[in-house]
């Protein structure tokens, strides 16, 4: 019997300790899993703010591009605005002016 025990000690034993290594190589199989996961995570994410980044910039790129417009066209109406006050004044002044000369050259009493 207490051969038989021997065996079933070192049988119980020997199973123990290959359970230990399946259960070590099983954990370092999963740290290298989750160190590539992570690794695939990191890139993934550091492409993603490439790509974000890189909308960015064009958007704003396009915006100022339209500021630019707006703002060109803004000062060209203010332009064309002035000089069609300017013009506006000029024909009121001719008009005051012609009503004068008129008034002057028929005796008419303001």
Do not use: C, P
Not at 10 to 33: I, K, M
Not at 46 to 52: D, W
Not at 59 to 80: C, E, F, G, K, Y
Request: charged content about 25%; aromatic content about 6%; glycine content about 6%.
């Amino acid at each position: 019997l207490g051969v038989s025990m021997v065996g079933v000690v070192g049988s119980a034993f020997h199973d123990w300790a290959g359970l230990l290594r399946e259960e070590r190589q099983l954990r370092l199989v999963q740290f290298e899993a989750d160190k590539a996961l992570k690794r695939y995570k990191d890139r993934k994410k550091s492409e993603s703010a490439g790509v974000v980044e890189r909308i960015s910039g064009e958007r704003t790129h396009a915006l100022m591009q339209q500021v630019m417009m707006v703002w060109i066209m803004s000062v060209a109406d203010m332009i064309r605005t002035n000089a069609l006050q300017l013009e506006l004044k000029k024909i009121i002044e001719l008009h005051a002016n012609m009503e004068a000369n008129l008034r002057m050259e028929f005796g008419m009493a303001t």
